[in-house]
């Protein structure tokens, strides 16, 4: 069976449609050229397609819009040009970024969700499991970007993250920087919904690196102010005297290079005494970007146990707040008071 175009077998020479066309001829497949087609079915319905290779190196065919359908974007009547914007956006986005259209097209339908609300649906299932502290970490990352919130996913370019982030790229970027890799896990998780397309526009390689200053270069980091070295016995037999349960958490701390949050919430059932070991469960552990937290085993020395088996065991801390009217870890601060 032969496809007539523009009444004239496939495959002859293809002359661009007009407008009074495009309302007045009969069904059958009609080429206006750059893969662009109009298709008229028998029912007289009239419908814009795209035809193209997929990246599979089939030939493939897209309906993308009925004639006088209004473009979901601006609200207009899509006419015959804007219909050739549309198949010139396709094969661009074919041929530059390797996106096959039928992706772009549902993109484009489903990628009305805002950035805000997508990000809301998406970092609380990713914290779940992890300290509170990360998910406060998200909740301020997304405050800081306001610009990004009224945005349709599918709309972010990589101008819009720029924007986002320069306000505060140089004021904190230590901040920033983690906030921008959210963002980027965001627009990937998007990505991989298909509600939207293309490169990322938060990525820092290739994109953001080349637009933004460098964050180590803007942060020099100071080392924490610490006990000097030569001094590090004398703590150890301070400490010895300090008869609060505080006193022993820091010890055990120390021994085991462990991090405040880690000691001040290590429980007994973490503790294997026949093997020397302390297992740290994933969510205390301190994690970086969007890394899985892994669980930390740690050895015990002698010295290590002896102290822990020296505190009487209540309940599930081995070191519990001697200031709290309940059983509960000490506060952040208090290793550090007592040091």
Avoid at 14 to 26: A, D, E, F, G, Y
Wanted: net charge positive.
């Amino acid at each position: 069976m032969s496809v007539t175009v523009n009444g004239k077998l496939a495959g002859e020479r293809k002359v661009p449609l007009n407008s009074n066309q495009v309302k007045s001829l009969q069904a059958g497949v009609h080429a206006d050229g750059g893969g662009l087609y109009l298709v008229v079915r028998e029912s007289g319905e009239r419908v814009w397609a795209f035809r193209f290779t997929g990246l599979d190196g089939k030939r493939a065919q897209m309906e993308f819009a009925k004639v006088g359908d209004r473009d979901s974007a601006s609200g207009d009547v899509l006419t015959l040009s804007s219909a050739r914007d549309k198949a010139r956006e396709y094969k661009v986005a074919l041929r530059r970024d390797g996106v096959d259209p039928r992706v772009k097209k549902r993109a484009t339908i489903q990628g009305g969700k805002t950035f805000i609300v997508f990000a809301e649906e998406q970092y609380p299932t990713w914290c779940q499991g992890l300290s509170e502290e990360e998910l406060k970490q998200w909740q301020r990352s997304m405050r800081d970007v306001p610009s990004l919130h009224a945005l349709k996913l599918h709309e972010i370019a990589t101008e819009h993250v720029l924007t986002a982030l320069k306000p505060i790229w140089t004021e904190k970027p230590v901040t920033a920087s983690r906030t921008r890799q959210r963002i980027e896990r965001l627009m990937e998780a998007a990505k991989a919904l298909k509600l939207c397309t293309g490169e990322n526009p938060a990525a820092w390689r290739g994109n953001l690196k080349y637009l933004l200053p460098s964050p180590p270069k803007l942060h020099r980091k100071k080392g924490h102010p610490s006990v000097p070295y030569a001094k590090a016995p004398a703590l150890m037999t301070a400490l010895r005297y300090e008869t609060a349960p505080v006193g022993r958490c820091v010890e055990v701390g120390i021994l085991t290079v462990a991090r405040s949050q880690e000691i001040r919430l290590m429980e007994w059932e973490e503790i294997d005494f026949d093997k020397k070991q302390w297992l740290v469960p994933a969510e205390k552990m301190k994690i970086k970007g969007h890394e899985e937290p892994k669980p930390h085993l740690v050895p015990l020395s002698d010295q290590a146990i002896e102290i822990i088996k020296s505190m009487p065991r209540t309940d599930r801390y081995v070191f519990p707040s001697d200031h709290a009217k309940e059983h509960a870890p000490f506060l952040p601060n208090a290793l550090t008071n007592c040091i």
